[in-house]
């Protein structure tokens, strides 16, 4: 029988701790060995119980969420599921992904009310995959990062046979893993780059901000309607699906809906890569990263029904490797690279 995943929760809120507890005690993979109030005391309990994961508020009294974050990462990484409200704490959860927390789950109010109970399913999915996050791997890329202070861009030049879109699809240790490659890309990346990073509502444009500060490439969050130009980087928006239409003139823009509703991902990778397969035909490079479960193998399947190429990443780099080995179990994987090595296949290949 494996182990159960030992959680501990982090919360000023009595209340929330009280919700939290139950949600997990739903799960027979779960036990919850704590509760803490605010970060110093999540900081003691951490050291006393080792946890296999932390679910984690980000505004606390005393020592807030960041805080606490970059202190138990120095002492002893573990793997952080974020556990807080998008419209009032935007700016720290993007400090607490840069601190290494793995992933998110959205409060749906700040009050004590019975509508917190509706994100237990949520809560229990994103504990399991946390608990197969490899920190080692997380802390890898955030010290090569730190490494590249000037990042050896990769420069391309256009060359026959190229491809015209480079298609990604990335979730769990996506905004780690994109933040360390997309700065290795030049200005004068020939093609544009769109990308489905599954977070929550109210993230990703803050993320798009981020990356586009240390880029060379222009990093926005997609508004729908835009024509795709070379050298930008559309990021799908949280709660909508990306796709790709080409219009009477030829040019493709990007579209922006809730529809299909029946993904299990809203933005789904899936629904991107196959729309990117019928607007371009053979001429698209699908990139599947980093990521719990299997999002992106349907739509890989398109893109090599149409000729196109696939690529994943390496299991070696992976912090959790489930969309890319799904892709490359099923034979649709052209070539593997790790992420160290995909700023420079990519380039190579467009």
Do not use: W
């Amino acid at each position: 029988m494996a182990s159960l995943i030992r959680v501990l929760i982090v919360d000023d809120s009595a209340f929330v701790r009280k919700v939290v507890t139950q949600a997990l005690a739903r799960s027979p993979f779960i036990e919850v060995v704590g509760t803490a109030r605010d970060g110093e005391e999540a900081l003691e309990l951490a050291a006393k119980h080792s946890p296999d994961v932390i679910t984690l508020d980000l505004m606390m009294p005393r020592m807030d969420g960041v805080e606490f974050l970059r202190r138990q990462m120095t002492v002893r990484p573990v793997p952080v599921v974020i556990c807080s409200i998008a419209h009032e704490s935007g700016e720290m959860a993007i400090d607490a992904f840069d601190a290494g927390a793995v992933e998110f789950v959205q409060k749906p109010t700040a009050l004590a009310t019975e509508r917190l109970y509706d994100l237990a399913g949520d809560l229990v999915a994103k504990v399991k995959a946390a608990s197969q996050v490899q920190m080692s791997k997380v802390a890898a890329i955030e010290e090569a990062r730190a490494a590249q202070r000037a990042p050896a861009v990769v420069r391309a030049m256009r060359a026959e046979g190229s491809y015209d879109v480079v298609a990604i699809g990335v979730s769990t240790g996506g905004p780690h893993a994109l933040r360390y490659m997309i700065p290795q890309l030049s200005a004068n990346f020939p093609s544009p780059i769109v990308i489905v990073l599954h977070m929550p509502v109210g993230y990703t444009a803050m993320y798009a901000e981020r990356l586009n500060a240390i880029s060379a490439l222009e990093v926005v969050e997609a508004k729908g309607g835009e024509v795709l130009r070379a050298g930008v980087v559309y990021i799908a928006p949280a709660g909508r699906h990306l796709t790709l239409e080409r219009d009477a003139s030829g040019a493709v823009q990007t579209h922006l809906d809730f529809r299909p509703l029946d993904t299990q991902h809203r933005p789904s990778v899936d629904v991107l890569f196959r729309s990117a397969a019928e607007a371009y035909g053979s001429r698209v490079l699908g990139l599947v990263m980093t990521g719990m479960g299997s999002d992106g193998l349907l739509g890989t399947g398109y893109i090599k029904a149409r000729g196109g190429f696939v690529m994943t990443e390496a299991e070696s780099s992976c912090v959790v490797y489930g969309m890319p080995r799904a892709v490359v179990d099923a034979a649709l994987s052209d070539r593997s690279a790790t992420l160290g090595e995909l700023a420079s296949c990519i380039t190579e290949m467009v």
